[in-house]
């Protein structure tokens, strides 16, 4: 069966220290992969994608995710935190075909920034 | 900026009363979709118009429904609301299979 976990429910670290988000996926192809950030009250933001390629993508706001296959993971990562990071960070699969392509998100990490 | 818009960001209904929330984009996607998300939970799906065809989620109660009259906009319509439907609802585009693309969301309180 198809799924994300996200196997953090709640992650407190330190400002200006550094930010290891899990994902885990199970998809039988090659996924589409994406992290994006809810602040609350708030739609989600598209922080990064993985289609193909370089397995290190470069998001926004000095995010990057790292995919890989053995492991089926693709990792969140920050260097330094910042306090207005603080937010729930869901990552998802893209899964399907044109017509019938859906996304199946994990169920969220909620990151706290202590000052 | 091209974009996902959501109308009303806040609605207030009472138990039973009809109430559509709207959806527009200027991204020119064929695809729409519709999300509840509840409090510290991920998004869930209620349907999707892939161009004109929809594309009901098998879960999803048939109090929901949803209209497409064209590209750039889309309705969620909530015939009878009850209490367990108040959440964010957010709307996403996406061209094809690919990126999806959300709204700011609406938050539906339910009296």
């Known amino acids: 069966a198809q799924s994300v976990t996200q196997p953090d429910i709640h992650i407190t670290v330190s400002e200006g220290a550094s930010l290891e988000l899990r994902c885990n996926y199970s998809?039988?192809?090659?996924?589409?992969l994406f992290w994006y950030v809810q602040s609350p009250g708030q739609g989600l933001q598209l922080l990064l994608k993985?289609?193909?390629?370089?397995?290190l993508v470069q998001g926004i706001k000095g995010f990057e995710a790292e995919f890989k296959r053995s492991q089926s993971s693709f990792n969140l990562r920050k260097p330094s935190v910042h306090w207005s990071d603080a937010a729930e960070y869901f990552c998802a699969v893209g899964a399907g075909a044109s017509g019938t392509y859906k996304y199946i998100f994990g169920t969220g990490t909620r990151l706290k920034v202590l000052a | 900026d091209a974009m996902v818009i959501q109308n009303p960001r806040y609605q207030v209904t009472q138990f039973g009363k009809p109430v559509t929330l709207s959806c527009s984009q200027t991204?020119?996607?064929?695809?729409m979709y519709w999300y509840q998300q509840k409090s510290s939970q991920a998004p869930k799906l209620l349907f999707h118009y892939y161009d004109k065809d929809f594309n009901n989620e098998a879960d999803t109660p048939d109090n929901f429904q949803s209209r497409r009259p064209n590209t750039s906009f889309c309705f969620l319509d909530i015939r009878s609301p009850g209490l367990g439907d108040a959440a964010m609802y957010l709307c996403?585009?996406?061209?094809?299979?690919?990126?999806?693309?959300f709204g700011p969301g609406t938050r539906l309180l339910v009296l």
């Open positions: 991204l020119n996607h064929n695809v």
């Open positions: 996403a585009t996406s061209r094809d299979v690919g990126t999806q693309y």
């Open positions: 998809y039988g192809a090659t996924p589409y």
């Open positions: 993985y289609f193909s390629g370089d397995t």
